[in-house]
């Protein structure tokens, strides 16, 4: 089944600690893009990347990093520099680059909470 | 003020029952506009995706856009207990730009 993988379901980060979120598509979309969703507030975009080996900051890239090394690949790493990290990640997909026709489909997304 | 709002709810109907949702927004460039259905601890799953102004049925599903008045429903036919879920409105602008997401609307169908 085609579709979007994100790993692990939940996990805990400590303090001073950066941790590495997997998203994996098999989609053979262009696009790919990370979210942070907090309770009654709308989905904020961290990073995008419209093509392999490219990526552009969202709205709050700071504290977090991402890497575009494969088309079906794009983790994103919470760095200790974010300090209110505990939220939910999600991971989204869209084909031919991005281009506006293209809806965005999700994974089920990453728990993350501070211990 | 938020681009896109969205009245969070609850929203509680009971079961056969319409629900409507809306968002209104401000950006009258936006041409692209989504609902998505979320269930807890889920990912958002498309449910419609309209062009412009008009509307699109799908099923028990229909989305209406109207840009005069930068707003956007989504109605829910025959609601059943599966339809609980919280719903998402999306939009984006013509050329190729961010999504803007509503907060979203906590829909809860009782039996």
């Known amino acids: 089944d085609g579709g979007i993988t994100q790993s692990p379901k939940y996990l805990f980060r400590k303090e001073g600690q950066n941790v590495t979120l997997s998203c994996e598509q098999n989609?053979?979309?262009?696009?790919m893009y990370w979210y942070r969703q907090d309770p009654g507030q709308g989905l904020r975009l961290i990073y995008y990347s419209q093509i392999v080996n490219d990526f552009q900051k969202g709205d709050i890239a700071e504290g977090y990093s991402v890497s575009r090394e494969k088309k079906e690949s794009f983790p994103l790493t919470v760095t200790s520099a974010q300090k209110n990290p505990t939220a939910f990640y999600l991971c989204?997909?869209?084909?031919?680059?991005?281009?506006?026709?293209?809806?965005?489909?999700f994974g089920d997304g990453t728990r993350l909470s501070i211990l | 003020q938020k681009e896109v709002e969205q009245d969070p709810g609850p929203l509680s109907v009971p079961e056969g029952a319409i629900v409507s949702l809306n968002c209104t927004y401000s950006?009258?460039?936006?041409?692209?506009f989504m609902w998505y259905r979320q269930y807890s601890r889920k990912g958002p799953e498309l449910l419609m995706y309209t062009y412009s102004s008009g509307n699109k049925e799908d099923g028990r599903f229909t989305a209406q856009v109207d840009k005069s008045s930068k707003y956007i429903s989504l109605f829910i036919r025959d609601s059943q207990p599966s339809d609980s879920a919280t719903y998402l409105c999306?939009?984006?602008?013509?050329?190729?730009?961010?999504?803007?997401f509503g907060a979203g609307t906590q829909v809860v169908v009782t039996p």
């Open positions: 989204a997909s869209s084909g031919d680059r991005g281009l506006s026709n293209q809806p965005q489909h």
């Open positions: 989609l053979n979309h262009d696009a």
């Open positions: 950006n009258s460039a936006f041409q692209y």
């Open positions: 999306a939009m984006r602008p013509d050329s190729w730009g961010k999504l803007q």
